[in-house]
Nanobody, 124 residues
Framework: QVQLVESGGGYVQAGGSLRLSCATSGRTFSRYTMGWFRQAPGKEREFVGAISWSGSTIYNVASVKGRFTISRDKAKNTVDLQMNSLKPEDTAVYYC?????????????????WGQGTQVTVSA
């Protein structure tokens, strides 16, 4: 069983930065692919990026365009999402998710465990 808890959300002006963190519990965390998703009001959940157990990353380039970076610390069992140059359209609830399967995926279908989400609000 894996439990995920996000933190670090908040309110920031456009152009600012935030760092989200996802704390995990579970003995096999280090072997899971970890993903970040977001959902804005009235919109579908959107893939942001993911990191494999070996550290390989993929991003939703159209949305984040090099502004966001995912990292993981296996010793601390955490996964972070560094968000820079934030825009009002980045406003959403951000979710951390864990995929126990093989490969790195952008489709939420592949993710078995989800956190409760953390709100990020970017003002113009």
């Amino acid at each position: 069983q894996v439990q995920l808890v996000e933190s670090g959300g908040g309110y920031v002006q456009a152009g600012g930065s935030l760092r989200l963190s996802c704390a995990t519990s579970g003995r096999t965390f280090s072997r899971y692919t970890m993903g970040w998703f977001r959902q804005a009001p009235g919109k579908e959940r959107e893939f942001v990026g993911a990191i494999s157990w070996s550290g390989s990353t993929i991003y939703n380039v159209a949305s984040v365009k090099g502004r966001f970076t995912i990292s993981r610390d296996k010793a601390k069992n955490t996964v972070d999402l560094q968000m820079n140059s934030l825009k009002p359209e980045d406003t959403a609830v951000y979710y951390c998710a864990a995929d126990s399967g093989v490969g790195v995926h952008g489709d939420s279908y592949f993710y078995d465990y989800w956190g409760q989400g953390t709100q990020v609000t970017v003002s113009a």
